[in-house]
């Protein structure tokens, strides 16, 4: 007769449920979380060390995933903008300085090109973060957008507190990779261009002074405009 003494029944029993219980806790625990993501041409890049990686690949979960950081500035018309400005918009972020007679004029001129292209598309905006704010006033930004054909309304100028707009630089955006989190004193000055998308994630970073490096920004945010669209259309 085969039978199973008592104890061990309840052992067995016992060993089954606590594993189901554990594996069951897992799966629906917050943590660890994975968004299942549609497939895309362009990385997404998660650290300062800035390597690629392709979510619908190699999905990891979401609390790794880097998305820049929220901001209060104000732009050259005067108004405060904050990161829920750009909400269901990608767009380019970069820094400068208005004054400034060296890269800050090849890139102005290569933004302005991006503007150009996609000048009347809703969904694309420019932002400029001066990191001389003490200096470029809403009023300094206001006549620097002017000579530079600049569309406020696409293009914002950002000014206000220095230490928020260096934080930003390092430890949002990565466009500064250099230097201490806390050194606010010595000049940021980078040429990168950053392009973040509409979950804020950031996918490319470009030479805003090369040509044609901005050509493939320009080619980058068009694969963005149609991935998303058709993302959007699915759902």
Known sequence: MNTMSKPIAIL????VLAAAGCGKEQHSSPAGRIVERAPSKLPVYNSRR???AWLHEDPVPEEDIHHVLDFSLTDQQGQTRTLADLDSKL???YFFFAGCAGICLKMAEELKRVQDAFGENDEVRLVGHSVTPGIDTVTALAAYGKQKGINPERWHLLTG???DIFDLARKSYFAVTDGQDDDYKNLIHTENLVLVDKE???RGV???TYPQDVNRLMEDIAVLLEEQAETAADR
């Not at 067995?12 to 060993?15: G, K, V």
């Open 206 to 208: 470009y030479n805003g």
């Open 91 to 93: 767009y380019v972020s």
């Open 12 to 15: 067995l029993a016992a060993s």
């Open 161 to 163: 507190k220095k230490k």
């Open 50 to 52: 800035m390597q690629p």
């Open 200 to 202: 804020k994630m950031i």
